[in-house]
């Protein structure tokens, strides 16, 4: 970079860091008060409050508690979408921080309080000092914690009433270095599907099975069929993964039950595995229930979509993260990760990219050892400003003045 950008950008990252400790505030207060999807009342206000403050154009009630703040400059004919998330989890915090949630049972135990404080202090450093000609739509998303916020807010007409030629959204990540930005063209998360299956036998006397028709029995063989799927019917270089996290039959030694449920996680990176997964999971449930003399019944829920990024979206992304903290801050081609994310839907219908920046790796101790969904999670104060200043030249370059 020359002198002049190098200025520019020592300029941005100061102001944002100047302005951090407000944004840290705001972070912490919502972790405080954390609200379960659909019920973001509390943190939907406060992001209103201040959009409008600042000289957006706020729209509330997309998918029930989400909003868009819009903000339009210049003559520019170009527009931008970026996304973050408002929700919290279902878990009792055990960090005994200072700032932990008032309400048992709640956390923001994902981060997405330090997403929407990242998003908030960018949207104030773009409306006070931005320099860009085009529109510019801040989506403040609830539920999307398995509960589809993205797919409501479509729904209600998010991209009709903001059309974006580019979309992008950001996501913390524990065990990378603190304020490291990764980067993935492609399939980047998972597919999720949840699958129930039932199996109906013949109940009797544990004394007497072969009165019966064991549900038990059926099921177990199920269970361990369940895993060639992936071992040879997938293509080994493509991920699936076939979970069964529950198996309920039965209450008594002595009685062979009638009934066997299960309940299944499907997760894939590709489309079309994703529907032979679907397909083998049909057939082998059905011929082994068959075999051992049961009818079983599938509940076969499609959950999210494979994420993918794509190619001109997350190269323009990488080349914005390299400018801003330089090439060896950055991972241009990450590791997929199994994990599901709703904001997939969001790149069905407009190109974009989905980044993630360290929560911090623990080498300095505190932030970073600990994943994210675990009681004793916190979001990395010190992305506040990294990530609003990512944020903040992704606009200027995208819509340039």
Same mark, same amino acid.
């Given at each position: 970079?020359?002198?002049?950008?190098?200025?520019?950008?020592?300029?941005?990252?100061?102001?944002?860091?100047?302005?951090?400790?407000?944004?840290?505030?705001?972070?912490?207060?919502?972790?405080?008060?954390?609200?379960?999807?659909?019920?973001?009342?509390?943190?939907?206000?406060?992001?209103?409050?201040?959009?409008?403050?600042?000289?957006?154009?706020?729209?509330?009630?997309?998918?029930?508690?989400?909003?868009?703040?819009?903000?339009?400059?210049?003559?520019?004919?170009?527009?931008?979408?970026?996304?973050?998330?408002?929700?919290?989890?279902?878990?009792?915090?055990?960090?005994?921080?200072?700032?932990?949630?008032?309400?048992?049972?709640?956390?923001?135990?994902?981060?997405?309080?330090?997403?929407?404080?990242?998003?908030?202090?960018?949207?104030?450093?773009?409306?006070?000092?931005?320099?860009?000609?085009?529109?510019?739509?801040?989506?403040?998303?609830?539920?999307?914690?398995?509960?589809?916020?993205?797919?409501?807010?479509?729904?209600?007409?998010?991209?009709?009433?903001?059309?974006?030629?580019?979309?992008?959204?950001?996501?913390?990540?524990?065990?990378?270095?603190?304020?490291?930005?990764?980067? +993935?063209? *492609? %399939? !980047?998360?998972?597919? @999720?599907?949840?699958?129930?299956?039932? $199996? #109906?036998?013949?109940? /009797?006397?544990?004394?007497?099975?072969?009165?019966?028709?064991?549900?038990?029995?059926?099921?177990?063989?199920?269970?361990?069929?369940?895993?060639?799927?992936?071992?040879?019917?997938?293509?080994?270089?493509?991920?699936?993964?076939?979970?069964?996290?529950?198996?309920?039959?039965?209450?008594?030694?002595?009685?062979?039950?009638?009934?066997?449920?299960?309940?299944?996680?499907?997760?894939?990176?590709?489309?079309?595995?994703?529907?032979?997964?679907?397909?083998?999971?049909?057939?082998?449930?059905?011929?082994?229930?068959?075999?051992?003399?049961?009818?079983?019944?599938?509940?076969?829920?499609?959950?999210?979509?494979?994420?993918?990024?794509?190619?001109?979206?997350?190269?323009?992304?990488?080349?914005?993260?390299?400018?801003?903290?330089?090439?060896?801050?950055?991972? +241009?081609? *990450? %590791? !997929?990760?199994?994990? @599901?994310?709703?904001?997939?839907?969001? $790149? #069905?219908?407009?190109? /974009?990219?989905?980044?993630?920046?360290?929560?911090?790796?623990?080498?300095?101790?505190?932030?970073?050892?600990?994943?994210?969904?675990?009681?004793?999670?916190?979001?990395?104060?010190?992305?506040?400003?990294?990530?609003?200043?990512?944020?903040?030249?992704?606009?200027?370059?995208?819509?340039?003045?």
């Amino acid at each position: 970079m020359n002198a002049p950008r190098d200025a520019f950008l020592h300029d941005k990252l100061n102001a944002l860091q100047a302005q951090a400790d407000e944004f840290i505030a705001v972070r912490r207060d919502i972790h405080k008060h954390p609200e379960m999807g659909y019920k973001e009342y509390r943190t939907s206000d406060l992001v209103a409050k201040q959009l409008t403050a600042w000289g957006y154009k706020v729209e509330r009630g997309l998918g029930g508690t989400g909003l868009v703040g819009q903000l339009k400059r210049g003559t520019g004919t170009q527009s931008i979408g970026i996304r973050a998330d408002m929700d919290a989890l279902p878990i009792d915090e055990a960090t005994g921080l200072d700032y932990s949630s008032c309400h048992t049972g709640i956390m923001h135990a994902c981060g997405h309080d330090g997403h929407t404080a990242m998003l908030l202090a960018a949207a104030k450093h773009i409306a006070q000092k931005g320099q860009f000609s085009g529109t510019v739509n801040l989506i403040f998303q609830p539920a999307e914690e398995g509960l589809g916020g993205a797919v409501k807010m479509m729904e209600d007409g998010l991209f009709t009433k903001y059309p974006c030629n580019a979309i992008f959204a950001m996501h913390n990540m524990p065990s990378h270095p603190q304020g490291k930005l990764v980067f +993935r063209e *492609g %399939p !980047a998360m998972a597919s @999720s599907d949840n699958v129930t299956i039932t $199996l #109906e036998g013949i109940g /009797g006397h544990g004394a007497m099975p072969h009165t019966a028709a064991d549900s038990i029995v059926a099921g177990s063989a199920i269970v361990m069929g369940l895993q060639t799927i992936v071992s040879r019917n997938v293509d080994p270089l493509h991920m699936a993964v076939i979970t069964v996290g529950a198996f309920n039959a039965g209450m008594a030694n002595n009685v062979i039950p009638q009934t066997c449920t299960m309940k299944l996680s499907v997760r894939s990176l590709d489309r079309n595995v994703r529907k032979l997964l679907e397909t083998r999971i049909k057939e082998l449930v059905h011929a082994q229930a068959q075999s051992y003399g049961v009818k079983a019944s599938i509940d076969y829920q499609r959950g999210y979509a494979v994420l993918v990024n794509t190619p001109d979206e997350t190269e323009f992304a990488r080349t914005v993260g390299a400018e801003l903290v330089g090439e060896a801050s950055i991972t +241009r081609q *990450g %590791p !997929a990760l199994t994990g @599901s994310e709703d904001f997939a839907f969001m $790149l #069905e219908k407009v190109p /974009g990219c989905y980044l993630l920046i360290g929560n911090g790796d623990g080498s300095g101790g505190g932030h970073g050892a600990c994943m994210v969904h675990n009681p004793g999670y916190d979001f990395n104060d010190d992305n506040v400003a990294i990530g609003s200043a990512y944020w903040s030249l992704l606009v200027e370059r995208f819509l340039p003045a």
